[in-house]
């Protein structure tokens, strides 16, 4: 039997009804998953073309350059704005720079923009500082940044060399080492809340057995996560002392299991790398006696377990107590109630980023995984399997 329930949903989640209001967002097109992001402000002050091609943008460099602005069918964000800015310097001998209004302070930044390059070599960076990502020649617009250490009062910039020809807009300058999904202003910046996502846990799971499943997609690599952050796809914690979860740490480049009970509980790493935007799964599984991971379908590790923490009646999905959010979408996610196998592992994985439906989940598990719900990651609905 299958009964419909609720997650609780809060902040600034990226999910297909923003996808297809077009003002905002991570471009993808639905479904596409839910994204739980950290909240973030866009300092760029005119992220959009304004009335005219110079508002709230700075043209200099060669004086043969022109910037103007345009309808572009194929760019993103159509309903925040159907304009893109053409920046022109197929006739110029030296570069040419376009920079927008907003300041960094002096601390890491991410500067970021959708662009798509005409003809040349054209740049995105944050005040031409460190090593500029160049913009791809391309009928179709991709989303190009840059992260460094930026100095006070710098800018984020695209430059078009000598003979270069560049399409852009969404322009975004935010603090911190990663690219979030974008933020629209018009004539002054704008911030986006902390994502979070919960659920209740009565008749899911336990603290001394259970497990998850989680199909997740980042949009940058493995080796673009932050390096002194954990990424966390699951946590159920009272506290640092009381909790059972599993993260990413950039820095190491691996998954990081726990399970405390009074602070005592070994845990367990599995080193894994992912490409951007591609699929990746993440099985958690827990008894009275062991913690046990398996990433990408992969045979279970495990460690010798014996902790029963204290936990409350609710879970974090891509976050723990609205911290240290995934940065990037969970596809699709299920919990269980029983002991899974390898071959249940494999099984999970086979299905890939399309989420089953609750029939052919449960059809596809051993008996004794015992699957008690499934969210397809859509909405804030899921489906209690009974």
Known sequence: MFAA??????????TDAVRAAGVEGDGLTPPAGVGIWPGATNLVTQSIPGATAGT?????GAAEATLTKGA????PFQASSTDVWLLDNSAGATD???????NATAAAHTGSAWARAIVGSPTVSIEG????TVIAVSAAYARYSQSRTATAGDNLRITAPAGAVVRFTAGQLETGSIA?????????????????????????????QGWVYARLKYPQAS??????????????????NNRIGF?????????????????????LNSNATFAANTGASTLLAWTATHLRFSADGAAFTQVANTSAPTVPASVDIGNFANLAQMDGNVLWYVTGSGVVTDADSAALNAFGDTPPTPAALKSSLSMQAQPTSLWQAVDNTFTRIL
């Open 56 to 60: 709230g943008v700075t043209l200099a």
């Open 180 to 208: 979030t999904p974008f933020i629209v202003t018009d004539g002054g910046t704008a911030s986006r809340v902390d994502g979070r996502v919960q659920q209740t846990t009565a008749g899911l799971f336990t603290s001394t």
């Open 247 to 267: 993260s990413y740490f950039g820095g190491s480049q691996r998954w990081q299991a726990t399970k405390l009970a009074s602070g005592a509980g070994t845990g």
């Open 223 to 240: 080796t673009g996560m932050p390096a002194a952050a954990e990424a966390y796809v699951f946590s159920w914690r009272t506290d640092n």
């Open 96 to 102: 040419a720079t376009v920079d927008f209004a907003g």
């Open 5 to 14: 329930d609720e997650l609780t949903f809060t902040g600034g989640l990226i």
């Open 129 to 132: 500082g460190g090593t500029p």
């Open 72 to 75: 572009d069918a194929a760019a």
